[in-house]
């Protein structure tokens, strides 16, 4: 990994020196807020980007864990770093409704922002809508897409760990000894234990793709603002 920088700059280069919030500097930017002083919470597509490498920082450094031995791997540092891994890439997606919310005045209460507040708040001809709509799904009392390699089952696996990392149980992995892959995700970790199946891909190679899945739908959703 560790390119991501680069890959975010150059699709998303273009969008920020085309808009003419971004394309000024701070000091030629006129002077605005309370007390005359310059609104330096408002969020710009860089936001969006931080989080992402936030994303990828942690992935790195659980792909490097153990010398990439997952299964033998520090129990409790290696799901930190997941947890870290999902809250991050989610969190970029939030970041970018926000971001939405504001360039188009939407008027959404900060605490109100979501993705799909902001996407109903957007005219339904809006392209904008539907990019910033392929970023997130609805899980609660829903099932895993049929096919569980999908973009759209992928987005929808994200939001799923980032709750079950978070708030629910600890361990989304299955680990293997004398097969492979040696270490997967449960397809879906809400099911019994029983009948959880996992994986035929790497745990990494997915948290891999999940990144840049993520990362292309924001560089997407961003060139439509």
């Known amino acids: 990994m560790g390119d991501l920088g680069a890959r975010w700059s150059s699709r998303s280069l273009s ?4 808009s003419n919030r971004f394309a000024e500097t701070l000091s030629s930017q006129p002077l605005s807020g309370m007390n005359g002083s310059l609104d330096l919470m408002a969020l710009n597509p860089e936001d969006v980007h931080e989080r992402l490498t936030f994303a990828e920082k942690r992935l790195d450094e659980l792909l490097a864990l153990n010398s990439g031995d997952l299964p033998g791997a520090d129990s409790s540092y290696r799901q930190q770093l997941v947890q870290e891994f999902f ?8 970041v970018l409704a926000q971001l939405i919310n504001e360039e188009r005045a939407l008027g959404l209460d900060s605490e109100a922002v979501s993705i799909p507040a902001v996407s109903q708040h957007l005219p339904t001809s809006d392209p904008l809508a539907s990019k910033l709509s392929s970023l997130h799904t609805r899980v609660k009392g829903r099932p895993l ?10 987005i929808f696996r994200i939001l799923n760990y980032r709750h079950h990392v978070t708030h629910r149980q600890r361990n989304p992995f299955l680990f293997r000894v004398g097969s492979s892959p040696p270490a997967s995700f449960f397809v879906d970790p809400r099911e019994p234990t029983s009948t959880r199946v996992p994986s035929a891909r790497s745990a990494q190679d997915e948290m891999r793709y999940m990144l840049e899945l993520v990362l292309s739908r924001c560089q997407d959703t961003i060139a439509a603002l």
């Open 15 to 18: 969008v920020r020196t085309g």
């Open 145 to 154: 897409p049929q096919d569980p390699y999908s973009d759209q089952a992928y």
């Open 87 to 94: 809250f991050h890439l989610v969190g970029a997606t939030e």
